[in-house]
């Protein structure tokens, strides 16, 4: 008998399997995404990102992350080097079934975006008791008459 582990993130396959291809939210917003018992973990670097101008929601299966890096130069400078974006970031991840969409939390802290993502308890794998009930034959007596 095959066994098979439950995984919330199953339609995340998809996003996932584009390897390192780097879109515009790779750049500005890079992502780790890892399991961790019955945890599902995603960091999102968001250095120079002011706290007050981080958004996240959950829509449906969506949950959205929108972030804002503002130009901190002025119209005048003359650039030699330009590599860190500015401007509006957002970033996308389908969630699976089976997940607590009510109990995520998200914490700020050195640049880094944590998001805790627990696995719904409704969908943890768990163990159902066999028990056992003496059967339930009739039994026949002799008429001792």
């Known amino acids: 008998m ?5 995984d919330p993130f199953r339609d995340l396959d998809r ?14 917003m890079p992502l780790d995404l890892y399991r961790e018992g019955e945890t599902f973990v995603a960091r999102i670097d968001l250095p120079g990102v002011d ?17 804002e890096r503002p130009a901190t130069e002025g ?43 627990p696995v719904a308890e409704e969908a943890r794998p768990r163990k159902i008791e066999v028990t056992h009930a003496p059967a339930n034959h009739p039994v026949i007596e002799a008429d001792n008459a």
């Open 15 to 28: 996003w996932l399997t584009g390897g390192m291809v780097r879109t515009p939210a790779s750049v500005g």
């Open 51 to 67: 706290p007050a101008t981080i958004d996240v929601d959950v829509e449906e299966r969506t949950l959205t992350v929108r972030a």
């Open 2 to 6: 095959a066994t098979s582990s439950f």
């Open 75 to 117: 119209a005048d400078v003359q650039w030699l080097a330009h590599e860190r974006p500015t401007g509006t970031f957002a970033r996308q991840l389908t969630l699976g079934y089976g997940l607590a969409l009510d109990r995520i939390s998200a914490q700020y802290t050195d640049g880094v975006l944590t998001l805790t993502i």
